[in-house]
């Protein structure tokens, strides 16, 4: 496979493009990057970077969850798909709904 930024720079579908602007982004795209990718880069000084990781789908449960204390990028983890149903409830506010007997 080939980096879509940079087509001389073969990277496998575990390996993430250098954590910097446009590729960061680009590396957000990418349904099969590693999940301590996904980790790293929400720790790029680029902070469009950094919100497009914490709502990224393969990011490790604990650290949406750290992120999810973290002033600037809350509201990014909040919208991560993989966050527990559970949690989201909790977030919002809202009661879990039960069925009707």
Do not use: K, Q, S, Y
Not at 6 to 29: F, Q, S
Not at 71 to 86: D, F, G, V, W
């Amino acid at each position: 496979m080939t980096d879509p930024v940079d087509p001389g720079a073969a990277r496998g579908p575990r390996a993430a493009p250098r954590p910097i602007g446009r590729r960061g982004r680009l590396a957000a795209r990418d349904p099969e990057l590693a999940p301590e990718a996904a980790d790293r880069l929400t720790r790029d000084p680029d902070a469009d970077v950094r919100d497009a990781f914490a709502r990224h789908p393969r990011l490790p449960l604990p650290r949406i969850m750290e992120l999810l204390d973290d002033e600037e990028l809350t509201h990014a983890a909040a919208a991560n798909p993989a966050l527990p149903a559970a949690t989201m409830r909790r977030l919002a506010g809202t009661p879990r709904h039960e069925e009707a007997p």
